[in-house]
């Protein structure tokens, strides 16, 4: 909004937009100033930056110009160099001139190249190529064929044909479109270089209207916010001073505003208010603390009569809760009182309870001790049998292994008779094989002794042999028989043995079984009572840990009526502590405590000691611990 707007713009208008600026909380209001700052430099910064980018542009424009205007001229300069080298050349036949002609020629090309690439208008280029077609005309026409002539020693007749083309030899054909390109850049940097006067002065402008509008904005604010914020501060900071100074009557401006400083005016009314309140409450408190001091004073004097009456209404729960405090002492200590007497009276009874109670655990203790003593012996007793019936059956369970090692042997010979009975049979029906061999070789030896005899002489020899191999055969046949029948022989003894040995191991593992079952129920009956043992073991145990206890409550009874004792006088001692207390009517007094009643004492039995052995110990054992 600018200045003229704002002078402009009408006073309610104005008085309210100053009142929806009050309104706004500080933080906001920083805020909005800053940003209207900012906005207000963004506006120049970009209105300054988009004169900067039209003082670029045209210079990057006239830059461009001033080099496309430089490759015009250089190609002009270079078409006329190579004609004035091309004349020079055509008088004097020197080669410096064609050694000149031809670098003009290269310069005036390269040019070309490069001064068609820069250019970007379809007319410009159009210009350029316009050159470059007529130098080329020119050159085909004109230069490559008079230096050729020269070259070729025509050098007169060269320059006669310059003499009879006239103009047609001129390059007036290339450098026109060339300056023509020329003038048009430099139209170009002549508009460049207004445009950039122009960019130049309106960011002049821009900068000093910027500057100036952004230093009144800032003015404008700094002014609104001095009004806004500065001033109610430096207000309210009197004002604090004040109260802090002890004046409570002070007025507070601004605590009708809606921002952060109509709360900290709201929060200073409240300080005042605090204050006033606080000094109210101070004189009141005063008063208080002196009554309360004189109860007090008259409470360790120990008189609980004492009431506070005469209190302001701030502290009528505090003088309830004293008057209440002071009753209950009262009606405590009367009960106290009262209590003292009964605990004392308890206490005798304690005490007489305890000595009882004494007499009749040390007579229960004696009896335990009897009764340990007993389940010892027992003990010894049950343990003796486990051990005898352990022993008992470690010597069956050695029968019963011995019993199984000859069962053993037993199953080992019968193997050793079957085999031997097997072996045998294998040796009959080896003899056998043998006595059937013998039969064939007699056959034999017979035929052999037949065919002798037909040999007549010739086989005398042979049939003396052939007759005793049939004595032999007979001889091996003879005792192959024998031994056939001695084996046959031991093969039926050595079945009976087999058939013996078989039913000596039957027998043996009948014993076994007999002895595993004898073991069996030994060891059952080891295990009993070893298990009688440990129980009567843990039974003695217990009754030894209760002979402890009884002992130990024993003593704890010695302890009581010590304390019972103690107790009582303690309770002598506090009567007369709490009969110093002066206190209000009499309390109601305390229940009555019901004593217990007397126990009689128990009866002392002598405990049996009874020996036996076996199961009947163990029955009597077990029936001595239930009655227990």
């Avoid at 008085?15 to 500080?26: A, C, G, K, P, Y």
């Avoid at 044909?161 to 007036?172: E, I």
């Avoid at 009753?327 to 209590?339: E, Y």
């Avoid at 389940?375 to 470690?394: F, K, L, Q």
Wanted: glycine residues 6%.
């Amino acid at each position: 909004m600018s200045f003229r707007e704002l002078r402009n713009q009408r006073p309610d208008q104005l008085q309210e937009d100053v009142l929806m600026f009050r309104t706004l909380s500080i933080p906001r209001k920083l805020g909005f100033s800053f940003l209207v700052i900012n906005a207000s430099a963004a506006i120049m910064m970009v209105v300054f930056f988009a004169n900067v980018w039209m003082i670029r542009s045209a210079t990057a424009g006239s830059n461009h110009s001033q080099e496309v205007y430089a490759k015009a001229l250089t190609l002009e300069t270079s078409i006329l160099r190579e004609n004035s080298q091309l004349r020079g050349y055509l008088v004097t036949a020197d080669p410096s001139y064609l050694k000149s002609f031809n670098e003009a020629r290269a310069e005036h090309d390269a040019t070309t190249v490069a001064l068609e690439a820069l250019l970007t208008s379809p007319e410009r280029r159009e210009l350029v190529t316009t050159s470059r077609h007529e130098a080329a005309k020119w050159r085909h026409d004109w230069s490559d064929r008079l230096v050729a002539m020269v070259k070729a020693g025509q050098r007169e007749a060269a320059e006669q044909a310059v003499r009879d083309a006239g103009k047609k030899v001129l390059t007036s054909a290339i450098v026109l479109p060339l300056r023509d390109l020329r003038e048009q850049e430099t139209a170009a940097i002549a508009r460049n270089s207004e445009r950039q006067a122009q960019a130049l002065t309106t960011a002049t402008i821009a900068l000093v209207l910027g500057g100036l509008a952004l230093i009144g904005v800032a003015v404008m604010l700094q002014m609104a916010l001095s009004r806004s914020i500065a001033r109610p501060i430096t207000a309210l900071t009197r004002r604090m001073a004040d109260l802090a100074a002890g004046k409570n009557g002070i007025d507070v401006p601004n605590a009708d505003r809606a921002d952060e400083l109509g709360d900290m005016a709201r929060a200073v009314l409240v300080f005042r208010d605090a204050a006033q309140a606080k000094l109210t409450a101070d004189q009141e408190r005063e008063l208080a603390m002196r009554a309360i001091g004189d109860g007090l004073h008259r409470l360790s004097e120990a008189d609980l009569t004492v009431r506070l009456t005469a209190l302001p209404g701030s502290f009528a729960a505090l003088a309830h809760d004293f008057n209440g405090a002071a009753a209950k002492l009262s009606d405590l200590t009367c009960n106290v009182r009262r209590s003292v007497e009964t605990i004392k009276q308890n206490a005798d009874e304690i005490s007489q309870s305890a000595r009882d109670l004494s007499a009749r655990s040390e007579q229960q203790a004696s009896s335990l001790r009897e009764t340990a003593a007993a389940m010892d012996e027992i003990t010894g007793t049950v343990r003796e049998g486990a051990t005898n019936a352990a022993s008992a059956n470690a010597a069956m369970a050695d029968a019963r292994n011995a019993a199984e090692q000859g069962g053993e042997v037993v199953r080992k010979s019968v193997e050793a008779m079957n085999g031997i009975d097997k072996a045998s049979r294998e040796i009959a029906d080896i003899i056998s094989v043998i006595d059937g061999i013998a039969f064939q070789t007699n056959l034999l030896a017979l035929n052999a002794g037949v065919e002798a005899a037909r040999a007549g002489e010739a086989g005398k020899g042979f049939a003396v042999v052939a007759s005793e191999v049939r004595a032999l055969a007979q001889r091996s046949a003879d005792a192959a028989s024998d031994v056939k029948t001695r084996i046959l022989s031991a093969i039926n003894h050595v079945q009976s043995g087999v058939q013996l040995v078989g039913e000596t191991g039957q027998a043996l593992n009948k014993i076994i079984d007999r002895v595993g079952s004898v073991s069996t129920i030994m060891d059952t009956i080891a295990r009993a009572s070893d298990h009688q043992a440990q129980s009567l073991g843990q039974v003695n145990i217990a009754i030894n840990e209760m002979d402890g206890v009884t002992q130990q409550n024993a003593a704890m009874v010695e302890e009581s009526t010590a304390a019972a004792n103690l107790l009582a006088r303690e309770s002598e001692q506090l009567a007369g502590a709490v009969a110093i207390f002066a206190v209000d009517e009499p309390a109601r007094a305390p229940a009555p405590v019901q004593r217990p009643r007397a126990v009689a004492a128990p009866v002392r039995s002598t405990p049996r000691v009874v020996r036996s052995t076996g199961n009947t110990a163990l029955a009597t054992v077990e029936d001595d611990w239930s009655s227990f």
